[in-house]
């Protein structure tokens, strides 16, 4: 086990690398810089600010200065566009805003997903299910961008109850339309792959065995079926994770929640390179440590599978 | 003597059985997959879809970049859908015609989605069946690469590039092309690995066949049937994708439009009373998605060996 933590972690740090190079490329072959604008600036200013950002320096210098930096004193450098701020503030502002959110996302997707999945599938063809399944194929096809703003028309503008935007440090009435928003289509992915395991798991033998030792159905489903049918469940949670992240980009544009999201897609109009680079990062290291937890946890409970 | 008579009279039979053609995997998922209602009415909304988006462009009264400046702006009560103004879906807020828009729309959104399985199918068929076929250390440098990019964040990523390099179609499709394979990759692969010892894979490798014509001839054959399950279900993703970006307006740029951009700009004219602009977009989308949904489960029932 600890073998395999290990062997994962090692895969981890060259992927964090090579998303730092890509990145990096990336902004280096961009056309036009941080300070260009309709006001020309005297050469000697710009000369002055690129020293001072080090633009000056060749790419790899730079690269290897940033990346000493994040390493060693966590440091993400300054902005560029907001002058009196560094990257650690933006990230600091911005992220635990879409971390609230998208934990409650991710406990309201799996709660509701997988009751309704485990509904579905112990009431297979009846009413329940198909009503079930048309509502999380119409969840799956249904864009966030596109609900979110039909939230605010009923919500907000029909009926008044619930603010349309907005953050105001978290209160409940501002986060339940932006998880609303963001935890649907992953709530209707849940429900789907939890009743069609959750199927496959009731037609096994060991179940027909505990209905015909005569438990209770309820406990039948709940201490037996549930866990062997949330497997797959836990495995898509990395990648349900990591879309939230990627989805806080439309809650916080509709929503104005001021998440990372918003910072990201503001810089990347301004070229505010380091702002991009910290949150491009700080969104790759999350994705690799779901990943890499998600599969401990999987490897930790399924006994089938070899590490 | 005796005996020669019935065995001869078994050979006959044998003889005539063998004149029965056996039904090849292909026949047999054909009539599974025409038994799934579901799978058939997607498919018929798939082909009327594909009709509109084609053809679509016939009917229409106007061109798809025509501004009619007295409708500018005075959409909501001026260029509300009707037939005899030959604006069928209605006008937008800058006095376009919205069914040209969004037959075009349907257009992009639709090459879009077929654009990304195709790189999907060809890139990533190739690419798994040849590292599970080699298999070793290959197949371990060649995985580890796909883990590598699966877990960089292609949506900021492509963000960025589109920022960067400006916003065409065509760094769109590098873009989507760049992600779509990497699943596929992984599937190919596995249904490569439980290939490789079969028997006629086998044989091939002992009458002197090459790797290569292994793998196109005897492996990828064999893979099709899961990666045009697969593929069916890729495309709704790649539609959503692509509208994901065009909602940020980084995706297609005027006058080209997609349904995501469409939907885009309807939703933030839902105040203004024009729900047209919203709903002619986002009914086409929707079909359009459950559409594939439906035909994707109906080929996964029909050709996936698993769930028979």
């Not at chain 2, 462009?57 to 103004?85: C, K, W």
């Not at chain 2, 989605?113 to 371990?140: C, K, Q, S």
Request: hydrophobic share 55%; aromatic share 12%; proline share 4%.
């Amino acid at each position: 086990m600890l073998a395999y933590i290990v062997r994962r972690l090692a895969v981890a740090i060259p992927t964090i690398l090579i998303l730092v190079v890509i990145s990096f490329v990336l902004m280096y072959a961009a056309p036009g810089g941080p300070f260009n604008s309709e006001r020309p600036v005297p050469p000697e200013v710009m000369a002055n600010l690129e020293a001072k950002y080090g633009l000056d320096q060749p790419m790899w210098r730079q690269m290897v200065t940033y990346v000493w930096d994040v390493v060693t004193r966590f440091d993400f450098g300054p902005s560029f566009q907001y002058t009196d701020r560094t990257v650690n503030d933006v990230i600091a502002q911005g992220f635990p805003v879409t971390l609230t959110y998208g934990m409650w996302s991710a406990v309201v997707a799996m709660v509701v997903g997988v009751s309704l999945g485990v509904a579905a599938a112990v009431r297979q063809n009846s009413v329940l299910d198909y009503m079930a399944v048309g509502i999380t194929i119409g969840a799956q096809a249904l864009p966030n961008f596109v609900m979110a703003p039909i939230l605010v028309l009923i919500f907000t503008l029909w009926l008044g109850w619930l603010p349309g935007g907005g953050w105001n440090g978290g209160q409940w009435e501002y986060v339940i339309m932006p998880v609303i928003a963001l935890s649907t289509s992953y709530m209707a992915s849940i429900a789907r792959i939890t009743r069609s395991s959750m199927l496959e798991v009731l037609n096994s033998n060991f179940i027909r065995t505990a209905r015909a030792k005569g438990l209770p159905m309820r406990r039948v489903i709940l201490r037996h079926a549930l866990k062997p049918a949330l497997l797959p469940v836990l495995s898509y949670l990395g990648p349900a994770m990591v879309g939230m992240i990627t989805g806080s980009v439309v809650v916080d544009i509709i929503f104005s929640t001021g998440g990372i999201g918003q910072f990201f897609v503001n810089s990347a109009f301004n070229r505010d390179y380091a702002v991009i680079m910290g949150i491009t990062l700080l969104v790759g290291v999350l994705t690799i440590s779901f990943n890499l937890i998600v599969d401990i946890l999987y490897a930790w409970i399924d006994p089938k599978i070899r590490y | 003597m005796k005996l020669a008579q019935p065995d001869a009279k078994m050979l006959q039979e044998v003889g005539d059985l063998a004149e029965v053609r056996g039904r090849s995997l292909w026949a047999d998922a054909r009539a599974r997959f025409f038994r799934n209602k579901a799978a058939l009415a997607g498919l018929a909304v798939l082909i009327g879809v594909c009709l509109f988006a084609a053809f679509g462009g016939l009917i229409a009264q106007y061109e798809r970049d025509f501004v009619d400046f007295s409708l500018m702006g005075a959409n909501a009560y001026q260029g509300s859908p009707s037939i005899a103004t030959g604006h069928y879906f209605g006008v937008d807020i800058d006095g376009r015609d919205l069914y040209a828009r969004t037959v075009q729309g349907t257009r992009i959104s639709l090459l879009v989605g077929i654009v990304g399985a195709l790189v999907a199918v060809v890139v990533g068929t190739l690419y798994g069946a040849t590292a599970g076929y080699i298999g070793g250390r290959v197949d371990n440098i060649m995985m580890r690469t796909v883990d590598v990019l699966m877990s960089i964040p292609f949506m900021f990523v492509l963000i960025l590039m589109l920022v960067i390099f400006g916003r065409s179609i065509l760094m769109l499709f590098i873009g989507i092309g760049l992600i779509s394979w990497l699943d596929m990759a992984r599937i190919a692969r596995g249904q490569t690995l439980t290939l490789k010892n079969k028997e006629f894979v086998e044989a091939a490798v002992a009458t002197g066949v090459t790797p290569l014509t292994i793998i196109l001839r005897h492996v990828v054959p064999n893979l099709l049937g899961i990666v045009i399950v697969y593929a069916t279900l890729l495309v709704p993703q790649m539609i959503i994708f692509e509208s994901f970006i065009s909602y940020l307006g980084l995706g297609v740029q005027e006058p080209n439009t997609s349904l995501g951009a469409l939907m885009s700009l309807g939703t933030k004219q839902m105040n203004n009373g024009t729900l047209w602009m919203l709903f002619y977009p986002l009914f086409f989308f929707l079909i359009t998605l459950f559409a594939f949904f439906f035909v994707g489960d109906g080929l996964r029932d029909a050709l996936d060996p698993k769930d028979r």
